[in-house]
């Protein structure tokens, strides 16, 4: 039976180690459904390991995760988008000659119940399938004003209209949680704040929960619920906006210096 919950997301003590190193250190946190948490901290202070272990592409020593109540380890790696959980990543992983409307469709496709052979010989059910994920791809890449460039392949495309493609992708597989790496690295003010606004938009309309790694504070600050701050892999801060940022300890771990 599943624990119950009133969290979408509960991270219980987990601690991860490479050799002798200690990237996570007990790290415990829960994240509300239907919030957006930010998860901030210094270069080196564990928020890219914690999204690999609830991608599952990294293991952990100690801990337990749970996603609705169950043991994330319950599922394999390749179960995580199926299960409900998807992810944007710090450096784009476009298929960069495939047009915007190709890329978001094979995000949709863990949706999808074909096995190999009855694709290759297009029975009735594939091609069914395949219209109904065309659709839903359609109604996301309108959703986040991607209908002008749809046929257009990716590499002819700028740097912040790709980022909005991948978020495409990562959110035709209808996640539960969505987990976004850097969404605002290598974006303009005005592209930032267009992000924010976004953000905000998805969560309200497709009823998500976000989890986002992010450096820049302000647009962190100004979309999120709740703000986790981790340094040297231990957690130091969780909390409002209001509340972390006034934390010493998270303004000595970005300054140095207390203020």
Same mark, same amino acid.
């Given at each position: *039976?599943?624990?119950? #919950?009133? %969290?979408?997301?509960?991270?219980?003590? /987990? #601690?991860?180690?490479?050799?002798?190193?200690?990237?996570?250190?007990?790290?415990?946190? $829960? /994240? %509300?459904?239907?919030?957006?948490?930010?998860?901030?901290?210094?270069?080196?202070?564990?928020?890219?390991?914690?999204?690999?272990?609830?991608?599952?592409?990294?293991?952990?020593?100690?801990?337990?995760?749970?996603?609705? !109540?169950?043991?994330?380890?319950?599922?394999?790696?390749?179960? &995580?988008? %199926?299960?409900?959980?998807?992810?944007?990543?710090?450096?784009?992983?476009?298929? +960069?000659?495939?047009? /915007?409307?190709?890329?978001? *469709?094979?995000?949709?496709?863990?949706?999808?119940? $074909?096995?190999?052979? @009855?694709?290759?010989?297009?029975?009735?059910?594939?091609?069914?399938?395949?219209?109904?994920?065309?659709?839903?791809?359609?109604?996301?890449?309108?959703?986040?004003?991607?209908?002008?460039?749809?046929?257009?392949?990716?590499?002819?495309?700028?740097?912040?209209?790709?980022?909005?493609?991948?978020?495409?992708?990562?959110?035709? @597989?209808?996640?539960?949680?969505?987990?976004?790496?850097?969404?605002?690295?290598?974006?303009?003010?005005?592209?930032?704040? =267009?992000?924010?606004?976004?953000? +905000?938009? &998805?969560?309200?309309?497709?009823?998500? #929960?976000?989890?986002?790694?992010?450096?820049?504070?302000?647009?962190? *600050?100004?979309?999120?619920?709740?703000?986790?701050?981790?340094?040297? !892999?231990?957690?130091?801060?969780?909390?409002?906006?209001?509340? /972390?940022? $006034?934390?010493?300890?998270? &303004? +000595?771990?970005?300054? =140095?210096?207390?203020?």
């Amino acid at each position: *039976m599943p624990t119950p #919950t009133t %969290a979408l997301l509960d991270i219980e003590g /987990v #601690t991860v180690r490479f050799g002798g190193i200690t990237a996570l250190d007990n790290v415990s946190f $829960s /994240v %509300a459904r239907g919030s957006i948490a930010g998860l901030i901290g210094p270069n080196g202070a564990g928020k890219t390991t914690l999204f690999n272990c609830l991608s599952r592409l990294y293991g952990f020593s100690e801990g337990r995760i749970l996603f609705e !109540g169950r043991p994330l380890t319950d599922t394999p790696a390749h179960g &995580i988008a %199926a299960l409900g959980i998807g992810r944007t990543f710090q450096n784009l992983a476009l298929f +960069r000659t495939m047009s /915007v409307r190709q890329n978001v *469709m094979l995000g949709g496709h863990c949706r999808t119940s $074909s096995g190999f052979l @009855s694709s290759a010989l297009r029975l009735p059910h594939v091609r069914r399938e395949e219209l109904r994920l065309g659709d839903h791809a359609d109604q996301v890449i309108d959703l986040l004003d991607l209908r002008a460039v749809r046929d257009i392949a990716v590499m002819d495309l700028p740097f912040g209209t790709q980022k909005r493609v991948e978020l495409a992708r990562a959110l035709v @597989s209808q996640p539960k949680l969505l987990l976004l790496d850097e969404p605002a690295g290598g974006l303009n003010h005005e592209e930032v704040e =267009g992000l924010r606004l976004l953000i +905000r938009r &998805i969560r309200d309309q497709l009823n998500l #929960t976000i989890l986002l790694v992010e450096h820049h504070m302000n647009l962190v *600050m100004r979309v999120s619920d709740q703000v986790i701050a981790l340094d040297f !892999g231990r957690k130091i801060a969780d909390g409002t906006p209001a509340e /972390v940022q $006034s934390n010493h300890d998270v &303004i +000595r771990a970005y300054l =140095g210096v207390e203020q």
